[in-house]
């Protein structure tokens, strides 16, 4: 296998440009769905390469109670500089189970304290909370899914506003865009290199929110007023996987977004188009990428089974 072992490391570089095009060019619903599924392939593929190289790196050492097959020469020869690549996976792997679970401790943590925010009152869909800090944000759950909105914020709003700020919540909820935030919060922890998916895919699953609730209300300038004086006085939600109105955007181009036609039916553009073109060669060399992560991993981990004495 040689150096095509490491791929899976350095093969998230090659989602930048999809991720770029897809935020730009797809509907948000479709980018959203194809970005998601990209970062947690790749991140998956990444963190077993991880593991293996750290297996085969460090199998020979002295007193280590790995199988002895795992050390074998024929092994070793399939990663190339297996003892550096071993030594130094030793403390990363670690560092990205730790960073992980990090992550989902803030996560849950955070949903907790918002939930534990809510007793007390009536268990309807929306609950409003007294506070002169203006915010709102979805927070799934169970019984149920609920919108949390301060009196703060209500009292910015104007009518049609307020209607395309609860169906802007109801979207997150409806599509579970808290799960598509948090995987990609999980992938960027495992692969740096798959940080810019992560932004992309926050920017996308507030475009899917913001069109949803377009529909909704029946009028795109609503929207647009609402997300505009939702981020003026508003904070951010209290966790990056809770969405939000206000949420990362960047906002002026999702404004703009909202003042611009709404998106066709076509969700892939044609390929006989230099947007087209460009889109569709970036989304097949990513796909290619998650494909040769994902055999090089498979191949590596047949090799040390097949090392493994019975």
């Not at 611009?260 to 990428?289: D, E, K, N």
């Not at 991993?297 to 090392?307: H, I």
Request: proline fraction near 9%.
């Amino acid at each position: 296998m040689g150096i095509f072992v490491l791929l899976p490391l350095v093969l998230p570089l090659t989602a930048w440009p999809v991720s770029r095009l897809a935020e730009q060019r797809l509907h948000p619903r479709t980018a959203t769905v194809l970005l998601t599924w990209v970062a947690t392939l790749m991140a998956l593929c990444s963190t077993v390469c991880l593991a293996l190289l750290m297996v085969v790196g460090t199998a020979q050492l002295p007193g280590n109670p790995l199988p002895d097959g795992w050390s074998d020469p024929e092994v070793r020869e399939s990663v190339p500089r297996h003892e550096v690549a071993g030594r130094a996976a030793i403390p990363a792997l670690p560092a990205v189970v730790a960073a992980c679970g990090r992550a989902l401790l803030r996560h849950r943590r955070v949903r907790r304290r918002a939930h534990a925010a809510l007793k007390g009152l009536p268990s309807a869909q929306v609950a409003v909370l007294p506070d002169e800090q203006p915010y709102a944000y979805a927070l799934p759950g169970r019984p149920r899914d609920r919108i949390v909105v301060s009196t703060a914020m209500l009292g910015c709003l104007a009518s049609r506003e307020r209607r395309a700020l609860f169906a802007h919540e109801r979207a997150h909820l409806a599509a579970r865009h808290h799960r598509h935030l948090l995987l990609v919060q999980l992938a960027a922890r495992a692969n740096p290199f798959l940080r810019p998916l992560r932004t992309a895919v926050a920017y996308t699953a507030e475009r899917w929110a913001d069109e949803e609730a377009a529909l909704a209300v029946g009028s795109r300038r609503a929207v647009a007023r609402a997300i505009g004086t939702a981020a003026l006085v508003s904070r951010p939600a209290p966790a990056p996987a809770l969405a939000a109105l206000a949420a990362p955007g960047p906002l002026p181009r999702r404004v703009a977004a909202l003042l611009a036609p709404a998106p066709g039916p076509r969700t892939w553009p044609s390929v006989f188009t230099a947007v087209g073109l460009a889109l569709w060669t970036a989304t097949t060399g990513t796909v290619l990428s998650a494909m040769f992560s994902a055999g090089s991993a498979l191949t590596l981990l047949l090799l040390l089974r097949a090392a493994t004495p019975l």
